[in-house]
């Protein structure tokens, strides 16, 4: 009898606005999907747990960790990595453009997982407060930044993204 964990499981998704179809075994996770199959390298593998936020994706609009998340599970899911943000031209979204200008990156590392949650953030509340920005990266650890470039990056992404709200 063959081993329930060899067996594979066809799966469909849409991955920055392009359309697969993989054969996962039940053990994989989205993110060795994203980096190994995918080649999407911005998402990061960090601790392999969950608690450090590096691997962030979002699968239908909202964020996940990806090393957490088994593929198999995903069928017809829409997943947006933080290579999806930008335009096809190569020009940065608006989020990503105030966290280069407000120097609210450091090293990069958990630069996928802060731009994620922090654009889930904005979607969902076009001013928030410094309270609600440290609820909404609370399971993205940065250990360059001291948090304040990252909140300032935030405010300065609303104002990009929702001009009239300010």
Avoid at 25 to 36: E, F, I, K, N
Avoid at 63 to 71: E, L, N, R
Avoid at 84 to 102: K, N, T
Avoid at 132 to 158: F, H, P, W
Wanted: proline share 3%; hydrophobic share 35%.
């Amino acid at each position: 009898m063959e081993d329930l964990l060899d067996i594979s499981a066809l799966i469909q998704l849409r991955v920055d606005g392009q359309f697969h179809e993989l054969d996962v075994l039940p053990s994989r996770t989205l993110l060795d999907v994203l980096r190994d199959d995918l080649g999407k390298k911005g998402t990061h593998l960090g601790c392999k747990t969950g608690h450090c936020g590096a691997c962030t994706v979002m699968i239908d609009g909202k964020v996940a960790k990806s090393c957490i998340t088994m593929a198999a599970t995903l069928s017809r899911a829409e997943i947006t990595t933080i290579e999806g943000l930008a335009d096809d031209d190569g020009s940065m979204h608006p989020i990503q453009q105030a966290f280069w200008d407000e120097a609210g990156l450091q090293c990069g590392y958990c630069a996928p997982g802060i731009v994620l949650s922090s654009l889930e953030l904005i979607q969902d509340n076009h001013n928030p407060s410094t309270k609600d920005m440290e609820v909404a990266l609370a399971g993205n650890l940065c250990r360059c930044t001291g948090y304040q470039s990252i909140k300032r990056s935030v405010t300065e992404a609303c104002v990009r993204m929702y001009p009239e709200k300010k």
